[in-house]
């Protein structure tokens, strides 16, 4: 067929090439084999060099049948095709533009270049569809392959790397687009057929999942300018748009790629109008498909969301369609419509210049970001924070939603979701940061500028009221003056002109005076002419009235009669006429001399008014972060790792810019360093390196200065726990040398006195100094004597503060800690003459006769110090008790001596008594401690020693002697035996040497007892609270001082007047809980009984020693347990959170929180010991909620409707129903209330009691399953019922579902044997407990014998004596060490 008969119709698919047309449609003839094809491809080439492009209408079947076997031809012969027919469309398109500007063109010869130009493209771009679905099998193929290799593996399969060949192809195929070719069609209509062959192409390559990399740039570039010049000269919008939907929803990784896109093609290419039909596309989608449609919603979401990042001008003409989406279903177009908006604000909608229009915009798209913080989802309400924090972080939120926009974000602090809470954190930090106010936020600071700057308004008010009045007041001649040049010359023109009759002003009825009053207003208003010409009308109407008459219209007499009216009395006319005339308030009104004053005075008003406002803005905002840092503070502790560290973020950001309620979440923070989170030690490493280690200096030496003020502030009042808190960061940022030696230079600098300071500055140097020697003990040993020397002087007074932070600093240069066995140099210490023990036992000696509040707290470190690191610190410690001792005999001598001994008995001070007391009590502390520690430490380590000494020198042969010894070795048996020998060696001290007659500390046991025994005699609040510390001191000795000592102890524990005494004797007993157990136990009781002290010092130190011991499992949890949970309303907030902390941790202890609700309800519900209805309430409500697992709420559900039969009052009914109404039921917990319906039917009458269990059926419903409602209905029924009718409404409701039951009996079996019927109820003898369980052992049925063992539930409240709690410490009534309290059974008497 020659090229002129013939017409390439463009295919739908390849196959269609080879099948018979229509008239003259070209028509493949043979496909050629594989073997002939290089051949025909070089006959193609040479044809190409003769005749160029036009030779492909020769040799067109060459080219299909090398796309027909493209899989299986060879590499090379696919790229010299690629490269041929690259090269035949370049050609082509570089002579087309002659082609096309040939007026003289035959249609033969278009018709040609129409078919050469159709089968060059198609054939081109069937080869690279070719090539790109072959590339993308290969790699779904090489999916598993690492990164390596990947690159060649796709080269050895093209030969070639074909991912950079794509982009000449579309370059080249754009330029051809670019020509202007309609003109090759008839009609210069180009065919749809055409633009689809080479759009499908650019939509096939997007489908590619490997477009979106960055390695593809150029080639999305190139598919972008593709496409954008389809639809600029081809019309492509509407298929271009439905495409993109279509893609849209069906590949995710195309969203950014598309997005750049339609961005190209809006910019470049000025087709704004695809934008607004792509966004009409998704606003038109159902709300109710979106919700169905994941993938598409979310390709959709993050198309819109990009696209407003990219070009958000052009999109918000289009954002009203999109509005319906934020009323529907699917959050995620809710978050992209909000991402739009806040776009639209951030880039388009921002600055002071906006028009009203745009000012409106704005408003409108804030208002919804605002509402839709409070929206159902909580990731929307999440991304509005996210949004709104880009918004204040860019400055273009307007100042007056600064107060509604961060009342939201403190609102969104109690949110459920962590999410909300972590982004609301945020969004405070971003306003802190990035305020317009000051960079100190503090009130005090910013309320005495605000109250200064509004006197000052006010005064500047009041000055210019009295200016207005004064301008009121001026000489109506002086004004007359001013605008008589004005008047003059608007007269003189009016003069020259023609006067012509105008409409009458003058009504018949009018008065001269009230003519001359609007003449006057209009001089006034400057309004000349029209006062003119009512002057000349009043002349004739008033011919003969004054002023009017006798005036003719020279110039001269009219400006003399408009004179007389403008300067006469004008306060009369406006009082009279105040309606018609009124005072002018014009700035004209006013003489031209004061017009310059008066604007400049109401400029200055005006700029006066906008400082007062921005002072009151500034603390409106400090205190809306003042209300946020004290919730955010509260967060501090949540279990979120992500949110404590946005919490600590906060409060770094807060304390930098000087708000004052930022330094107590800074200490606050501080625990946090004993995180087991990593990251959130990490964070408080953080906050504190950035806030306390990179002060602001000019030099080094003012940065460590700066360092070591911020620091010594943080000591001031600091506590014990906050001291130990610093010192472990401290000793953290030593080890890691972050610290400077120019600040340990300025610390001794400041402890020698070298630099003045105050001793409080000088006190907190040592405490630095000391933190720093945890992690290099040498900054304090090398400079040991110096510190001894500085801190330990001879003066007097001496500074026990100074020296109490002396002994602490040097007791860092040493480890505490029990010395290792393999350990094989022995512990730091220094011999008993070293000038540290002599100064401290003469500190201790000399001050012991003076009184001094800071002596026992000195000589308490004291003490501490010398047992760490003397050799044989016994001695020492023995002399400076002594030498304390003697200097009380010689006093209490002096005192009998002086006085008649025959008439008084000898007295000494009691400050004496309660320094010898408390310093016994530290020694024999310490000495225990030494025995324990150090002594046993130190036996071991030379046994370790010893025995590998004695082992290396043993003969081989010895070795493999005793194959007995040899087991024992392997077993660890020698070295147990070993560690209870000298385990049994300290027990053996302590108990029979220590407090034995000839020990210094014997001495002092009568002395001791004396005064715990006799408090009416010894009544000082500090000598009884020192002697009965020393006394638990004591008792931690020996078990059998203990043992004889423990009735006076809880005697006093219970009986004392003074909380410090009961508080100190809670901390003793529980220190002996933990050495005695078995001697403590069955005094535990009055441990639990001191949870309810009335002095809340001794509530709180009760509740963190039973915390203790609870949860190191050293005292047995028992009902009493109760008194703990009462600690959860208990009006002080650190005892309620310190009670929930002890709930939280227990409840990580298994069931332990769940073994224990029915002895804490039964109780807590008693009306003779409980608690009120309304705390009930809230103490079961927290212990509640730690039951999450299924089984746990079905067991309780089941004991809690059994415990209906036993309950006794209608508080009791109402407080077991609140108790089911708290438990998060399932199914299963529902049909445990059906089988057990019977025991609380009839107390449903009680209203309370039936709201509890409507509750129960509210929550069922929520989650409940189709097949469940069933049951669900039942049960509200006879709820119903009984609450209507009482229990014979079930008798009722029984026999009309008689039948349903049966029938439904039938149906399902399983359900029969799963739940029982309900018996009948005829009297009240069935309101009973439910038998023992031996009476259904020979029934036959198994569940029900199952069922009946299950309903059997008892209470050890029910079973414990009433008396257990009894505090009389009678004889007959003390425990005894091996009769321990137990409780009586009830199953015992009931048998």
Known sequence: MSPQNFEFHLPLSPEELLKSGGVNQYVVQEVLPIKYLPSQLRAFQSAFRARGPLAMLEHFDTVYSILHHFRSIDPGLKEDTLEFLIKVVSCHSQELPSILDDTTLSVSDRSAHLNALKMNCYALIRLLESFENMTSRTSLINLEVGGKGKKAQAKAAHGFDWEEERQPVLQLLTQLLQLDIRHLWNHSVIEEEFVSLVTGCCYRLLENPTISHQKN?????????????????????????????????????????????????????????????????????????????????????????????????????????????????????????????????????????????????RDQFLDILQAHGHDVNSFVRSRVLQLFTRIVQQKVLPLTRFQAVMALAVGRLADKSVLVCKNAIQLLASFVANNPFSCKLSDTDLAGPLQKETQKLQEMRAAQRQTAAASAALDPEEEWEAMLPEVKSTLQQFLELPQEEGDQQIADTETVEEVKGRIRQLLAKASYKQAIILTREATGHFQESEPFSHTDLEETSFLNLLGIIFKGPAASTQESHGDTVPAPTDSKDTPSVSEPEVPQRSDELVKQEMLVQYLQDACSFSQKITEAISIISKMMYENTTTVVQEVIEFFVMVFQFGVPQALFGVRRMLPLIWSKEPGVREAVLNAYRQLYLSPKGDSARATAQALVQNLSLLLVDASVGTIQCLEEILCEFVQKDEIKPAVTQLLWERTTEKVPCSPLERCSSVMLLGMMARGKPEIIGSNLDTLVRVGLDEKFPQDYRLAQQVCLAISNISDRRKPSLGEREPPFRLPQEHVLFERLREMVTKGFAHPHPLWIPFKEVAVSLTYQ???????????????????????????????????????????????????AGDVALQQLVHLEQAVSGELGRRRVLREEQEHRTKEPKEKNTSSETTMEEEMGLVGATADDTEAELIHSICEKELLDGNQVLAAFVPLLLKVCNNPGLYNDPALCAAASLALGKFCMISASFCDSQLRLLFTMLEKSSLPTVRSNLMIATGDLAIRFPNLVDPWTPHLYARLRDPAQQVRRTAGLVMTHLILKDMVKVKGQVSEMAVLLIDPVPQIGALAKNFFNELSHKGNAVYNLLPDIISRLSDPECGVEEEPFHTIMKQLLSYITKDKQTESLVEKLCHRFRTARTERQYRDLAYCVSQLPLTDKGLHKMLDNFDCFGDKLLDESVFSAFLSVVGKLRRGAKPEGKATIDEFEQKLRACHTRGMDGIEELETGQEGSQQALSAKKPSAVSRRQPLTSIDSDNDFVTPKPRRTNRHRPNTQQRKSKKKAKVVFSSDESSEDELSAEMTEEETPKRTTPIRRSSARRHRS
């Not at 495409?243 to 069906?250: D, N, T, V």
């Not at 910019?267 to 109008?273: A, E, L, P, V, W």
């Open 217 to 361: 740039r150029p080639t999305r570039e190139a598919i972008a300018h593709l496409l954008g010049v389809a639809l600029v000269r081809y019309n492509h919008m509407l298929s271009a748009t439905v495409k993109i939907i279509q893609m849209l929803q069906h590949f995710e990784h195309l969203p950014s790629v598309l997005v750049a896109a339609v961005s190209l093609w809006a910019t470049d290419y000025g087709m704004k109008s695809i934008v607004g039909e792509i966004v009409r596309e998704i606003g038109q989608k159902c709300p109710q498909e979106l919700s169905r449609d994941t993938a598409g919603t979310k390709g959709f979401s993050a198309f819109l969301t990009e696209l407003a990042e990219r070009i958000p001008a052009i999109l918000m003409s289009s954002m009203c369609i999109l509005l319906d989406h934020l009323d529907g279903e699917n959050y995620m177009m809710r978050n992209a419509v909000l991402a739009a908006m806040a776009e639209v604000v951030l880039q388009v909608l921002k600055g002071d210049q906006l028009e009203e229009t745009a000012r409106e915009t």
């Open 869 to 919: 690191l003397a050799e044989g610190p016994e001695v020492i410690c023995a002399q400076m008790l002594q030498g304390c001792a003697k200097q009380a005999l010689e006093k209490l001598e002096k005192t009998t001596t002086e006085e008649d001994p025959k008439e008084t008995v000898p007295t000494l001070p009691t400050f004496l008594l309660m320094n010898l007391l408390s310093l």
